[in-house]
């Protein structure tokens, strides 16, 4: 239960971060929206589950990021195909400076998080456990 709420509260910043950023400069419809989701998927790799430096490798959360990166990209795509004509509520984008209108997956302040969420769930879940002892190497009771 621990690690799912890391993965809501780590993916759900990182995604808040890049689809603020985004937002502001513009970024999150047609093919740089791709982009966005990417980068939002690598740092949800990088971030969730265990930290870099605890890796046995570097390269370990680089192929997490990697990962993450095409995963986010396919649920940006799933979340076109299924919500793709569902409006951004008014009351969520009057405070962000966008105009009403626009669709759930045009607006990536609010589409970032719930991406990252569903990745960091997956990786904390997946990587931030420590794993059951094998039981090798432990002497074994004889009678």
Do not use: H
């Not at 570097?58 to 940006?76: E, N, P």
């Not at 008014?90 to 962000?96: C, D, G, I, Q």
């Not at 105009?99 to 990536?108: D, F, I, K």
């Not at 609010?110 to 456990?129: N, Q």
């Amino acid at each position: 239960m621990v690690r799912v709420l890391l993965g809501l509260l780590k993916g759900g910043m990182v995604g808040a971060v890049v689809g603020f950023a985004a937002s502001r400069v513009g970024l999150g419809a047609g093919a740089s929206a791709w982009l966005v989701y990417g980068v939002v998927g690598f740092l949800v790799g990088l971030v969730c589950g265990k930290p870099p430096w605890r890796q046995e490798t570097f390269w370990t959360s680089i192929v997490k990021g990697v990962i993450g990166l095409a995963v986010c990209m396919g649920l940006f795509w799933v979340a076109g195909k299924v919500i793709g004509g569902m409006q951004a509520p008014a009351m969520f984008l009057a405070p962000l400076g966008l105009a009403e209108g626009r669709t759930l997956v045009s607006v990536p302040i609010l589409l970032g998080p719930l991406i990252g969420i569903v990745y960091g769930v997956f990786v904390e879940v997946d990587d931030g456990g420590k794993s059951a002892p094998t039981g090798k190497g432990q002497p074994t009771k004889q009678n």
